[in-house]
């Protein structure tokens, strides 16, 4: 577990500091402007997605078909994230992304809804044996994903969430531990420059960080948990979208 966070913090900010000096592409792909009209980069989110994903398929203590299933899943997540954080619109909000790919319009977010929601099954059915629990496990992973994408609304929000949440996994011990110290490690090693308003996750990072919590806790518990976990999450998305369709 130690390993697994020092990795992740590791990665994380290495990968920062070496898109922040070289920003490829220039302003115009890294460079937003946040909640307080302040320019910012979004150098954070590549990094916490890479981070999250090497600790994941570096933890040792996880068979290998887990850890390649979690790493690929997260930077599935980051890579939809990061489309997203390049190439959306204003519409915001499942509805308005359904609605228009009932038109026969694929926007940005309903390439997240289904590339993460895919990359999420793809995770479970490697994580568990019965279809059920490979079905909730799913549930889990992409709803985490989107869940902790919600909170990315100020700075350290995400990150401080996922800190929070992660500590939960990191002492019950087990499997769990093991994958929940990748996003609490990436997150950690970003944290400063995101409070400081220097960098953001975006869509990239809160997506990544999101999708490690969710394998976490698909690691973590049984048919149970999984069911009470995927009820809370779907109920929480719901409950955002119809208060405010803005989000997501």
């Known amino acids: 577990m130690i390993g697994a966070l020092a990795t992740a913090a590791t990665?994380?900010?290495?990968?920062?500091?070496?898109?922040?000096?070289?920003?490829?592409?220039?302003?115009?792909?890294?460079?937003?402007v946040n909640h307080a009209g302040r320019t910012v980069t979004l150098c954070a989110g590549p990094a916490a997605a890479l981070g999250t994903a090497v600790a994941t398929a570096a933890a040792r203590a996880l068979p290998a078909r887990h850890r390649w299933a979690?790493?690929?899943?997260?930077?599935?997540?980051?890579?939809?994230?990061?489309y997203d954080d390049v190439a959306g619109d204003d519409r915001r909000g499942f509805r308005a992304h359904l609605s228009a790919l009932?038109?026969?319009?694929?926007?940005?977010?309903?390439v997240k809804l289904l590339g993460i929601g895919a990359a999420?099954?793809?995770?479970?059915?490697?994580?568990?044996?019965?279809?059920?629990?490979?079905?909730?496990?799913?549930?889990?992973?992409?709803?985490?994903?989107?869940?902790?994408?919600?909170l990315d609304v100020r700075p350290a929000r995400a990150a401080g969430a996922t800190?929070?949440?992660?500590?939960?996994?990191?002492?019950?011990g087990g499997p769990g531990?093991?994958?929940?110290?990748?996003?609490?490690?990436?997150?950690?090693?970003l944290l400063a420059d995101d409070a400081a308003g220097r960098?953001?996750?975006?869509?990239?990072?809160?997506?990544?960080?999101?999708?490690?919590?969710?394998?976490?806790?698909?690691?973590?518990?049984?048919?149970?948990?999984?069911?009470?976990?995927?009820?809370v999450l779907v109920a929480a998305t719901i409950a955002a979208d119809v208060r405010n369709p803005q989000s997501g």
């Open 199 to 231: 960098t953001m996750l975006g869509d990239s990072g809160a997506h990544a960080l999101g999708a490690g919590l969710g394998l976490a806790v698909a690691g973590a518990n049984g048919r149970a948990g999984l069911a009470l976990h995927a009820a």
């Open 102 to 110: 009932r038109r026969g319009e694929v926007t940005s977010g309903a």
């Open 11 to 32: 990665t994380a900010r290495g990968t920062y500091e070496a898109l922040r000096r070289t920003r490829p592409g220039g302003p115009a792909v890294w460079d937003r």
């Open 163 to 172: 800190l929070a949440l992660g500590a939960g996994g990191l002492l019950r």
């Open 70 to 82: 979690g790493a690929l899943t997260v930077l599935a997540a980051g890579a939809c994230g990061a």
């Open 120 to 150: 999420g099954l793809a995770a479970g059915a490697a994580l568990k044996e019965r279809p059920l629990d490979r079905l909730l496990a799913g549930v889990v992973i992409a709803g985490s994903a989107h869940a902790v994408n919600l």
């Open 177 to 189: 531990a093991a994958l929940a110290a990748a996003p609490v490690g990436a997150a950690a090693a």
